[in-house]
């Protein structure tokens, strides 16, 4: 499908004609660029009320990653899931920059005592998936998942079959019954991933 950014007004069009058109303008659609630390740019279409929660929703969905180990901002500024371009004063072609957050680490857990065991063995944790070239996925879950969900999920990123990857962890092949917390696995343990010949 061939997609073409239509310019849509500007100074000169507003100009002169009152009211109207800077009305119209509100209702037209503008084209945002969301750029991810990589450099990779997606772009979406959307009128000025619209939520930002959308736009990142869809990101997230896109990459395949959990929308809350992603932090959205516009010229260093945090975008919020309530905002609106309009709030934010956006125009067509502006772009939002986005950065995969570290969460949690080691410091985060010691010195809580029982209660904080009891709340980390419900909060989420994120995963690093790292296949043999190297590149890095993440994803964010509940040590309750079954690493099912994880597997299929990088294998649909991939492009590849479930059944040509093998998933293991300190050499240990991962099952897809498997779960964090039946393998004791803490927020940020990698998980590497190879294409079986």
């Known amino acids: 499908i061939d997609v073409l950014l239509q310019q849509l007004g500007g100074a000169d069009a507003e100009s002169g004609n009152g009211g109207a058109a ?3 303008q509100a209702e037209a659609p503008i084209t945002l660029k969301v750029r991810d630390q990589s450099g990779e740019e997606m772009f979406f279409k959307v009128k000025k009320g619209t939520a930002m929660k959308k736009i990142m929703q869809a990101f997230a969905d896109r990459k395949g990653v959990s929308l809350e180990v992603l932090r959205f901002t516009i010229d260093g500024t945090r975008v919020n899931a309530e905002d609106t371009p309009k709030m ?3 125009e067509d072609g ?4 986005v950065l995969l957050q570290q969460l949690g680490g080691a410091d985060a857990e010691s010195g809580n005592g029982g209660a904080a065991s009891e709340n980390q063995a419900e ?3 994120t995963l690093k998936v790292r296949d043999q070239s190297g590149e890095e996925m993440f994803f964010k879950v ?4 079954a690493m099912k969900k994880i ?3 990088f294998a649909d990123r991939k492009g ?3 059944e040509v990857l093998r998933f293991t962890i300190d050499g240990t092949r991962v099952n897809a019954e498997d779960t964090p917390k039946m393998l004791e696995m803490e927020d940020g343990d990698q998980i590497d991933v190879l294409l079986q010949q």
């Open 160 to 162: 590849v079959s479930l």
């Open 142 to 145: 509940k040590k309750g998942t």
């Open 94 to 97: 502006d772009q939002i920059d």
């Open 22 to 24: 800077s009305e119209n």
């Open 151 to 153: 597997m299929q999920a």
């Open 88 to 90: 934010l004063e956006m």
């Open 123 to 125: 909060a989420p944790i």
